[in-house]
């Protein structure tokens, strides 16, 4: 099984610029999730959908959009790219969102703002 | 203060030692306690979780709460150069209809053959 499939992995973008980072899990999971990992920061939630046609801000929700497309696909859009938004971000499923299970990762995809 | 804090290390040991790896946290209503696992340029994987203070063993590791002092514990005995990745330590709480997930910064861990 491919688990959660994150596309690209690697970007660069300049400054104003937009873009969307893919995700797709096999899993049948219910719930998804975009972090971001920010050296020195730990992991930052910025959205997550509960179920197919929810989506709900987490820590950092500002600057991006998302799309829960269906219960396989959770985008995440920059409209307007900033150096601040260089990071790596993670997608993560689980089978339901409130619960204390496990979250299955991406690996990750590396964006970089000039 | 923050949430969550994890000393960022980097660690280096030798194979065969035995690893301690910590967390302090400040919210007294964390419920879970997860440890991550995350190698280079690949996302976390759950590596151990546990709900109350006390110990839990999987094989060379174990993860050790002690809520009422708000320390969270990771050890690894017997350590090996596959164990070489970043540990993220991570309470959460539901309440309320919410989540509240916290992950820490991270201890980069090399262990040497």
């Known amino acids: 099984n491919a688990g959660v499939t994150q596309t690209p992995k690697f970007q660069v973008l300049k400054t104003g610029q937009s873009m969307t980072l893919q995700c797709a899990q096999d899993?049948?999971?219910?719930?998804m999730y975009w972090y971001r990992q920010d050296p020195g920061m730990g992991l930052r939630l910025i959205y997550y959908s509960a179920s197919e046609g929810t989506t709900d801000k987490g820590e950092v929700p500002n600057g991006y959009n998302v799309s829960r497309l269906n219960k396989r696909e959770f985008s995440l859009r920059l409209e307007s790219a900033a150096p601040s938004q260089t990071s790596v971000y993670f997608c993560?499923?689980?089978?339901?969102?409130?619960?204390?299970?496990?979250?299955?990762f991406g690996s990750g995809t590396q964006l970089s703002v000039l | 203060q923050k949430e969550v804090e994890q000393d960022p290390g980097p660690l280096s040991v030798p194979e065969g030692a035995i690893v301690s790896l910590n967390c302090t946290y400040s919210?007294?209503?964390?419920?879970?306690f997860m440890w991550y696992r995350q190698y280079s340029r690949k996302g976390p994987e759950l590596l151990m979780y546990?709900?109350?203070?006390g110990n839990k063993e999987d094989g060379r590791f174990t993860a050790q709460v002690d809520k009422s002092s708000k320390y969270i514990s990771l050890f690894i005995r017997d350590s090996q150069p596959s164990d070489s990745a970043t540990y993220l330590c991570?309470?959460?709480?539901?309440?309320?209809?919410?989540?509240?997930?916290?992950f820490g910064k991270g201890t980069k861990l090399t262990v040497n053959p």
């Open positions: 993560a499923s689980r089978k339901e969102d409130l619960t204390n299970e496990k979250l299955f």
């Open positions: 991570a309470p959460g709480l539901l309440q309320g209809g919410s989540e509240k997930l916290v």
């Open positions: 546990t709900y109350s203070s």
């Open positions: 919210n007294s209503a964390f419920q879970y």
């Open positions: 899993m049948n999971h219910n719930s």
